[in-house]
């Protein structure tokens, strides 16, 4: 029998998803408002604890409008993980600051509280967290640092919907949280993204932002740069079909997560398994493991499993490693070893939402033979 390729992720739609759309469709509410975008926003804030929620086209256009309303000055410093997508300085860049970089931690790949403080300084305006692969960053720890300092939290929970700190979800600590729906999240829109506040006045800035910010009294006048960042009434019906399941996917991340976590501690390879701080609930966004000996790199074992039909993904490489930003000279010339690490040596496998137990134990047999030769 010829064997069929696994994707490294893949959707699951519901049949709720098919009716809401037609909905749309049938009712002509196409565009970006409706009943399906007011509903979803509502949910979502609710569902993460928030008052105020603005949905965009997309989790890098979340990070843009939250820095945008922050209002930052030149020379404001925002520190961010060293470790995570290019979106996070895109956006502290567009909103007119200065990204300062801090190294991830080992075991959770997200931003090292040391780091922080190292990184800390007056210039310092927000601290921008990244809930890695569905696992949260110290809360408690990051908030000790800003205590009684004039410095924002932001959270960029794109991969991580519905993972808890201490019980809490994430996107409830920050000035704002951000949110990816593109297709590999937990739940998504297709393409899409989610701006949470508490603030009314961040609110109206954000979503402001979000509308080629209008002027309230004069249509078509404009005294700042605004973009069109809407999200339509059909994406947001995808948005609420999805977040209806929220519960059963992130049963099925963790689900897989244990059983790709069982089979291969059985094997004893040379490899470090996700896991979970004993104050944290991850949803496992994806199964993420990295070679401990070094002896080969992620690079080489993704070729590998490609060619036994197997899909996966590097992870991110370093934004001090990025060469947009070398050629702009952007960050200082710290170190940042964990993040070079976690890039050169880590990887990750299928983690779609119809991953099955016999694919499991297929991909755990495969990376064996090419981890120990047998
Ligand atoms: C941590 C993180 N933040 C932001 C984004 C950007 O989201 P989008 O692709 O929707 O722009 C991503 C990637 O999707 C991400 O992984």
């Given at each position: 029998?010829?064997?069929?390729?696994?994707?490294?992720?893949?959707?699951?739609?519901?049949?709720?998803?098919?009716?809401?759309?037609?909905?749309?469709?049938?009712?002509?509410?196409?565009?970006?408002?409706?009943?399906?975008?007011?509903?979803?926003?509502?949910?979502?804030?609710?569902?993460?604890?928030?008052?105020?929620?603005?949905?965009?086209?997309?989790?890098?256009?979340?990070?843009?409008?939250?820095?945008?309303?922050?209002?930052?000055?030149?020379?404001?410093?925002?520190?961010?993980?060293?470790?995570?997508?290019i979106?996070?300085a895109l956006?502290i860049i567009?909103?007119?600051?200065k990204p300062v970089l801090?190294?991830?931690?080992?075991?959770?790949?997200?931003?090292?509280?040391?780091?922080?403080?190292?990184?800390?300084?007056?210039?310092?305006?927000?601290?921008?967290?990244?809930?890695?692969?569905?696992?949260?960053?110290?809360?408690?720890?990051?908030?000790?640092?800003?205590?009684?300092?004039?410095?924002?939290?932001?959270?960029?929970?794109?991969?991580?919907?519905?993972?808890?700190?201490?019980?809490?979800?994430?996107?409830?600590?920050?000035?704002?949280?951000?949110?990816?729906?593109?297709?590999?999240?937990?739940?998504?829109?297709?393409?899409?993204?989610?701006?949470?506040?508490?603030?009314?006045?961040?609110?109206?800035?954000?979503?402001?932002?979000?509308?080629?910010?209008?002027?309230?009294?004069?249509?078509?006048?404009?005294?700042?740069?605004?973009?069109?960042?809407?999200?339509?009434?059909?994406?947001?019906?995808?948005?609420?079909?999805?977040?209806?399941?929220?519960?059963?996917?992130?049963?099925?991340?963790?689900?897989?997560?244990?059983?790709?976590?069982?089979?291969?501690?059985?094997?004893?390879?040379?490899?470090?398994?996700?896991?979970?701080?004993?104050?944290?609930?991850?949803?496992?966004?994806?199964?993420?493991?990295?070679?401990?000996?070094?002896?080969?790199?992620?690079?080489?074992?993704?070729?590998?499993?490609?060619?036994?039909?197997?899909?996966?993904?590097?992870?991110?490489?370093?934004m001090h490693?990025q060469p947009i930003f070398k050629k702009m000279n952007l960050f200082d010339?710290?170190?940042?070893?964990?993040?070079?690490?976690?890039?050169?040596?880590?990887?990750?496998?299928?983690?779609?939402?119809?991953?099955?137990?016999?694919?499991?134990?297929?991909?755990?047999?495969?990376?064996?033979?090419?981890?120990?030769?047998?």
């Open positions: 029998m010829k064997k069929k390729f696994i994707n490294v992720s893949e959707p699951k739609l519901s049949s709720k998803t098919k009716d809401y759309v037609l909905d749309c469709i049938k009712t002509e509410w196409i565009s970006s408002s409706g009943s399906y975008l007011e509903s979803f926003e509502k949910k979502w804030a609710k569902y993460c604890n928030m008052k105020y929620a603005v949905s965009v086209t997309s989790g890098t256009a979340a990070l843009i409008v939250a820095l945008k309303a922050l209002n930052l000055k030149p020379g404001d410093e925002v520190i961010m993980p060293s470790f995570t997508i979106s996070c956006a567009e909103a007119g600051g801090a190294d991830c931690d080992l075991d959770t790949w997200c931003i090292k509280t040391d780091e922080i403080k190292r990184k800390i300084s007056s210039r310092t305006k927000a601290i921008l967290i990244v809930h890695m692969f569905g696992h949260p960053a110290n809360i408690d720890e990051i908030k000790e640092i800003i205590k009684n300092k004039k410095i924002d939290l932001i959270e960029d929970a794109a991969e991580s919907h519905g993972s808890k700190f201490k019980n809490k979800v994430v996107g409830s600590f920050g000035k704002i949280s951000c949110f990816s729906f593109y297709v590999n999240k937990l739940i998504t829109t297709g393409e899409g993204g989610m701006a949470l506040t508490n603030d009314t006045s961040l609110y109206n800035k954000m979503k402001n932002l979000r509308n080629l910010a209008f002027n309230k009294t004069r249509r078509f006048s404009h005294n700042e740069i605004g973009y069109n960042y809407r999200m339509t009434n059909i994406q947001a019906a995808i948005g609420l079909s999805q977040l209806e399941k929220i519960t059963e996917h992130i049963k099925i991340k963790r689900q897989n997560t244990f059983l790709y976590n069982k089979i291969l501690t059985s094997y004893n390879l040379p490899i470090s398994l996700p896991s979970e701080k004993q104050w944290a609930k991850s949803t496992f966004w994806m199964y993420g493991i990295v070679l401990k000996n070094k002896k080969m790199t992620a690079k080489t074992l993704s070729r590998k499993l490609f060619d036994n039909k197997i899909e996966t993904r590097p992870l991110f490489l370093g490693e010339s710290d170190s940042y070893p964990n993040t070079e690490y976690l890039s050169k040596y880590g990887l990750y496998l299928p983690s779609g939402l119809r991953l099955n137990k016999p694919k499991i134990k297929l991909i755990c047999k495969t990376l064996k033979s090419i981890l120990s030769g047998k």
